[in-house]
């Protein structure tokens, strides 16, 4: 184990990039990617009217492999709540949320601290806090080590499976979301999605929505994503389990019955 000063060392410069790095606004980028045939709801549809969150948007509205739909209005993701307004506060519990899942370090969440709305309850799964720095340090560049570290670093896979475990118990919506809502959270969706039984190609699809809503330039892995980051996740979930079936139940845990409540109560 990394002495203590160098993992701290790595965490500060990693979460105040995240944090304080590219300027954020709510603008969006001129063109979404391309739809596949598995999306059943318009970009438009899909987004969070927030104005002060950015990144924000439903997660349902995808269609499946077996011809079912992902209920819509009840898992959401995003970047942070520490600018939440009043009014997108109220937003949110008019949307019944009950369970906000903050996937950020310690010092992220001290930095940057949720504004949780009236209704919801705050429940932390730090993704990489225990992470060995090289980890952390490849936040910086949010690249494929990153993505990879998603799957082998210590506490990842127990922080994704709370996520997933608090869509389940929630009497109402969920939202989860990182500091930008686009790794952490987008591999969080991606795992959310495949398990439902999406395609691929719309998992990338809703993957790539980040850049989006984050108006980023196509091929920047710090303001936006790249889908190579995406693929070395899956590539990761198939060196490690040797399929991402086996990674649902060896590495996030979760049982047959885990994953039939998530499908009762996403899928119509």
Known sequence: MAPRPIRLAAAVAAG???????????????DPPAATSSVAVDTAGRSLPLASVQNARDVGGYRTGDGRVVRTGLVFRSADLSKLSDADS??????????????????????SPDRIPAGAQLHVHDVIGQAPPQVMASTLSAGNDLYRGFITAPGASEAFAGVLHDIVDADGSVLFHCSAGKDRTG?????????????????????????????????????????SALDSAFDQVDQSYGSFGNYVHDGLKLTDTDVAALKAKLLA
């Open 16 to 30: 105040a990039l995240i944090v304080t790095g590219p300027a954020l606004g709510v603008a969006v980028a001129a």
């Open 90 to 111: 109220a937003a949110l519990t008019a949307r019944s949320l009950r369970t906000v899942a903050d996937l950020r370090t310690g010092y992220e969440r001290a930095l």
């Open 187 to 227: 591999w969080t969706s991606a795992v959310l999605l495949t398990i439902l039984g999406v395609d691929r190609d719309t998992v990338n699809y809703d993957f790539l929505l980040s850049n989006y809503y984050r108006n980023a330039s196509e091929g920047d892995p710090l303001d936006g994503v790249v889908l």
